[in-house]
């Protein structure tokens, strides 16, 4: 683990909260919610980020890589090379982030990677 995501993670233990990142799988009857606990610092859009499909209800969310590479979600591929294309961990928009029990939609994701390491995931959220 790098010192940037050990001081992330440093940083969700003390001032973040747990949420529930989902991604939907399947169709119809056979659909099912694969989830992971990810620790995460949810904050509300400032007035000039409030453009296109972002509006007052959107929030950020930053996260670590540290739950979902423990958990490995959401299972099922093997992962050779890590970019944000074609890394099926991070998570994508049509995903969702499950906060204070209330299902929202990811809108934007924003993979952060460090010396080749994802180090942080920054979201907007919709919902």
Not at 40 to 62: D, H, L, P, W
Not at 63 to 84: D, F, H, N, Y
Not at 90 to 95: L, Y
């Amino acid at each position: 683990m790098s010192a940037e995501v050990a001081a992330l993670d440093a940083a969700l233990a003390r001032a973040g909260e747990d949420i529930t990142l989902r991604r939907k799988a399947g169709t119809g009857a056979n659909q099912v919610n694969i989830d992971v606990t990810c620790r995460a610092a949810v904050r509300g859009v400032s007035a000039n980020e409030i453009v296109g499909t972002v509006t007052q209800t959107s929030s950020k969310v930053i996260l670590s890589p540290t739950q979902i590479l423990a958990a490995q979600w959401p299972g099922g591929q093997p992962v050779s090379t890590v970019t944000e294309r074609t890394d099926l961990r991070i998570p994508r928009a049509n995903d969702y982030a499950v906060i204070k029990g209330k299902q929202r939609q990811i809108l934007f994701v924003s993979p952060i990677f460090v010396g080749g390491e994802w180090a942080r995931c920054e979201m907007t959220v919709e919902g």
